[in-house]
Nanobody, 114 residues
């Protein structure tokens, strides 16, 4: 499967963005989907994931502000990001995973700056 991430951009603090991860084929067979991010000079960190198709998990720094969703009919994984902060600035990467393999999309850049 190939994943195409989109929706990144530049937004002011307090603003919102919605990221999209579009798969080239059905994601219904993948039990895990999610997003990671990596800021310059920092390690990649978990943003949000859906495990076993239903359990939502969030990184501590985004919990309560970000919401992940999965639309198997559209082969789409979305990330709604609200109340954005400058520290949310990073490249965001989506993935899907089976029990044996993980597939990554290319990053989409998010910049939060006034």
């Amino acid at each position: 499967v190939q994943l195409q991430a989109s929706g990144g951009g530049t937004v002011q603090p307090g603003g919102c963005l919605r990221l999209y991860c579009t798969a080239s084929r059905s994601i219904s067979s993948y039990n895990g989907v999610g997003w990671y991010r990596q800021a310059p000079g920092k390690q990649r960190e978990l943003v949000a994931r859906i495990a076993n198709r239903i359990y939502e998990m969030y990184g501590d720094s985004v919990r309560g502000r970000f919401t992940i969703s999965r639309d198997t009919a559209k082969n789409l994984v979305s990330l709604q990001m609200n109340s954005l902060k400058p520290e949310d600035t990073a490249a965001y990467f989506c993935y899907v995973e089976s029990t044996t393999q993980t597939y990554w999309g290319q990053g989409t850049e998010v910049t939060v700056s006034s």
